[in-house]
């Protein structure tokens, strides 16, 4: 449909300047959008107004923001579509602005009605054009049949220009904070290069991360996945960092991804990489983490805070060492070695349908729990020394301060909720506080007890740091004979031992075969 333009009147003229006010008043667009609603509320009916990319990478489409009235339902930020859905609407693509008075009756609105929830709603859809090239649309719309003219339509094509603006902006400036913290990452990773537990050297190797050392040099030389599991703040990516160096792949780049902490909608060029073109703001071809990490490590911290949808495509990638780049035209083979951690708990994950079972069993294959501070405190003595000697260069301390005994007990009967991590604050903050005096940590003590993950059995394990831990398989052994006593033998069902140890009973009864623990017996 071609529109035909009429000069625009000075009431025209002033909707205008005040929508691109706007529009271009926030880089975070889902507050541009709301005084963007508010604006047109003067002008046309409008309920609800948001830019959808289009993401067929994806599987669908990308919301890149959206605000509503009330009511009006928001969708979600992924939308994926069936195969069969995702190629009629991309083969048929809305390339000019429409009216939409009632969605049923449009074939693109109909197939995906159920995923933008548009029954009952009157729109307006002009599509964003970057360059020339079509990179998705602004809807606008609001309840009813028949609630938009052709005057309206004319209205909203005249300010296509600044959203297409305002869409280039945001998502150049995702692409800042992007790079920014791909930047911080990095620098934090060489920083980290320069101290000696990077070089192999772990603290506590010897003591109270002895059992995980032990199992880091059985998998070291290995290429096998590695699964860290932990509470926040115990270490992993120092054990990540120990594995790397120890094995073949120690010349080759260490890469970290921080899972957590990538927008969702840049999760896949992040991993793995983009061509030129591929989406908004994709000026030139760049690397993904994958790549990067092409005969070495990538070290994927927080695995459990992936979407499904990249869940399906990391799975993939680990099975064919193969990854595709958002917008190729084909794979590209990776020579990498994976190590995955996190605090979570996978298993009850996987039982919620938050992860994928295939997933999860691709890399458990080689699980290490790290145990936290307060099971290990016979190493902090030698943690406040190395964390003292660190900081005390950072904030340029000639000499570094002595520890009393009374202090070195004190944090010994902390319980460090917050674990290594926690104890470095606090060690900085002393020392920031003191300026090269005695350090005496005269802190309030911390609750008797904290709040921690509930891993498989083997994190439920009972410690005694009075005496020496007994041998991890024979702990292991005991804790699971102590809940099939408390359920009378019964595996599995409401009172059975693998409700109790919060598994799956068929995982349970691999455990119980492979340590020898007789099946269906009253203990």
Known sequence: ??????????????????????????????????????????????????????????????????????????????????????????????????????????PNCMAVASYVKNQGFSEILHP?????????????????????????????????????????????????????????????????????????????????????????????????????????????????????????REKGPFIKVNCGAIPENLIDSELFGHVRGAFSGATEKRKGRFERAAGGTL??????????????RLLRAIQTKEIEPVG???????????????????????????????LWFRINAFPILIPPLRERTEDIPELVRFFV???????????????????????????WPGNIRELENLVEQELIRNRGKELHFNIPPGPKSVSVPNYPATDNLPTQSASPPSPLEEALSLHIRRALKQSSGQVHGPEGAARLLQINASTLRHRMSKMGIAHGRKY
């Not at 070290?299 to 399906?312: A, K, R, S």
């Not at 190729?328 to 919620?352: C, F, K, Y």
């Open 1 to 106: 449909m071609t529109i035909q333009q009429k000069r625009p009147s000075e009431s025209d003229i002033d909707f205008f300047r005040r929508l691109t006010l706007s529009i271009c008043s926030s880089l975070d667009l889902d507050k541009a959008l709301e005084r963007c609603l508010e604006t047109l509320q003067g002008r046309i009916p409008a309920e609800d107004i948001f830019l959808i990319l289009d993401a067929p990478w994806l599987g669908g489409f990308y919301v890149l923001a959206q605000a509503t009235v009330p009511g009006v339902p928001r969708l979600d930020k992924n939308i994926p579509l069936p195969p069969e859905i995702l190629d009629s609407v991309y083969k048929n693509p809305i390339l000019e602005p429409i009216l939409v008075n009632d969605t049923s009756k449009h």
């Open 328 to 358: 190729g035209s084909g794979p590209v083979p990776v020579d990498i070695r994976i190590i995955a951690a996190t605090h979570r708990n996978l298993e009850q994950m996987v039982e919620r349908g938050e992860f994928r079972e295939d």
């Open 128 to 248: 964003i054009v970057l360059k020339e090239v079509r990179k998705g649309l602004l809807v606008i719309r609001t309840r009813g049949n028949g609630r938009y003219t052709e005057e309206h339509l004319q209205l909203i094509s005249r300010v296509h220009g600044p959203f297409t603006m305002a869409v280039s902006n945001a998502v150049q400036h995702m692409e800042v904070l992007r790079l920014k913290e791909q930047l911080r990452d990095e620098n934090r990773y060489l920083k980290e290069e320069l101290f000696p537990h990077r070089e192999g050297v772990v603290i506590g190797e010897s003591a109270g991360l002895k059992d995980v050392m032990t199992a880091v040099g059985q998998i070291a030389p290995l290429n096998n996945t590695v699964l860290l599991l932990g509470e926040t703040g115990v270490g992993k990516e120092v054990i990540a960092g120990s594995i790397h160096k120890r094995s073949p």
């Open 299 to 312: 070290f994927l911290d927080e695995i459990g805070e992936l979407p499904l949808q990249v869940q399906t």
């Open 389 to 415: 000697s660190q900081k005390g260069k950072e904030l340029g301390l000639r000499l570094h301060p002595p520890l009393s005994q009374a202090a070195t007990n004190r944090l010994i009967a902390m319980t």
